[in-house]
Nanobody
Framework: VQLVESGGGLVRAGGSLRLSCAAS????????MAWYRQGPGKQRELVAM???????FYVDSVKGRFTAWRDSAKNTVSLQMNSLKTEDTAVYYC?????????????????WGQGTQVTVSS
């Protein structure tokens, strides 16, 4: 699977950004799609996940601020990030998988895209 993330940038705290991810290769319509992030000096973590029926999961730190959606026909997933905080600064990645339990641990993935940098200034 090839993953291409885009949409990152520099934004002031309280601002918004929209990230996009295009997946190609061996991608199935029932794949879960998810966003992860890795902040400076931190481990990569799951941020949001969306299933093929559009049910979503968000980590507590982004609930109410981030919204994920997908276009299964195009194998894309997007992440609208509002009310950004400095602690949201990270490289954001997407990935796809078949098993929900495995999606929670980024170490279960063997490959990643290049990610997109999000920097939130105070």
């Amino acid at each position: 699977v090839q993953l291409v993330e885009s949409g990152g940038g520099l934004v002031r705290a309280g601002g918004s950004l929209r990230l996009s991810c295009a997946a190609s290769g061996l991608v199935f319509r029932n794949n879960l799609m998810a966003w992860y992030r890795q902040g400076p000096g931190k481990q990569r973590e799951l941020v949001a996940m969306i299933s093929n029926d559009n049910s979503t999961f968000y980590v507590d730190s982004v609930k109410g601020r981030f919204t994920a959606w997908r276009d299964s026909a195009k194998n894309t997933v997007s992440l609208q990030m509002n009310s950004l905080k400095t602690e949201d600064t990270a490289v954001y990645y997407c990935n796809v998988g078949l098993h929900r339990a495995s999606m929670y641990n980024p170490r279960n993935f063997g490959s990643w895209g290049q990610g997109t940098q999000v920097t939130v200034s105070s």
